[in-house]
């Protein structure tokens, strides 16, 4: 098996297959809906404590994926990407209120010296005291918008489901600073349209919900609510209209609503100054003068949003698939592995990563002493996008292919199957850049 290609192999990848017995008794802190059940019995997650988790090589892929894909939309929108500490101050919290209001769900951690830190859930109040910091910027420089993708921590009750009520979660945090509260709703307006189109490349069927701001405060904001069965919350989507909102009756037009189960991927608040009057942030008016500045923040909960992919369909979203493509080669000791050798699954890996597509993104399973059968059982469960078989018809002249993508099965000459991918995924870049 001497190769002058490298190739990614499945049976060298670090992926703890566990199984869970179908009629086992579960604890309620335990394995509580698919997603989860899937992440975990795929070896992708793995429970480490009480809701924190250890992101595997597989789901680490699929979450650089997911995040290029939000820093692309966000950043579209004209935002910049920052890094914010984990850690901060406490005493930024007490002058914001919040040490007392979120009270007990915050992360806590004292220095060496006895100062006390707050492991941040949110970062409003660390933006709003580097701006606070670098003294008033000119009204000319606003609206500033600033982003980052980071850990956040929350001391849940009682954690479950998973990634989506997990102690520790990775989040994209986008915060947007202005003069003007037009102008805040505006960007609030912009930034909500990169939302849609984040969660519309991801396949998602996701609704915008007015909802009640909280501890955050601020005068307006939204939850963003991924319909999925596993979901803990729950919202009502009129028949009439298909306005979805909290309340039974339809506030729009007074139709009935149906009432689905969802989850919740991101939030989205109007502050104006709820945190730049307590924390002194202000900008320079074209008088001289110094007002405060105007806010609005955005979160989209990236270990949630890759849950909710999971929950969601049987395969992945094409964009964020840890491998977009599984090469399936024939059985050890099969006719067709006698006579084809290593050297045509090499050849057959080269055909499909010349597709700039699949470049870098193709997978062997080479776990050759499994059937074709028992590999392409996995691979489903997987969820890869294509899968692409070396079977009995890879002995003919041309050799033809299995390509089994979008629940179809097609027997296809290398050229074919080349241009059938091509033409998917054409589809599906055409489909995001109509929404764009
Ligand atoms: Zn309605």
New binding site residues.
Partial sequence: MKSNIKMRLLSKVFQPLITIPKNAKIKSTEVTCKSQKLLLECGLIRPTSSGLFAILPLAQRAMDKLERHICKHIEAAGAQRISLSSLTPASLWDKSGRLQEMGPELMKATDRHGKQYVLAPTHEEAITDLLADVGPLSYKQLPLILYQISSKFRDEHRPKHGLLRARHFTMMDAYSHHASEDCVLNTYERISRAYRDIFEGLGLKVYRVEAPSGAMGGSLSHEWQAVAEAGEDSLTI??????AGLEAK??????E?EVVSSIEVGHTFVLNTRYSSPLGACYTDAQGARPPLRAACYGVGGSRLLAACVEAGGRWPRGVAPYSALLVPPKEGSKEWQQLGWSAVEQVYSQLSVLPTLRDDVIVDDRCDMTIGKRLMQANRMGYPYVVVMGKAALESPPRYELVCESSTQLLTMPELLKTIDTIDHGNMAAEKVTA
């Fill in positions: 009129c028949q009439r209209c298909q306005h339809c506030p729009r037009c007074g139709g609503g």
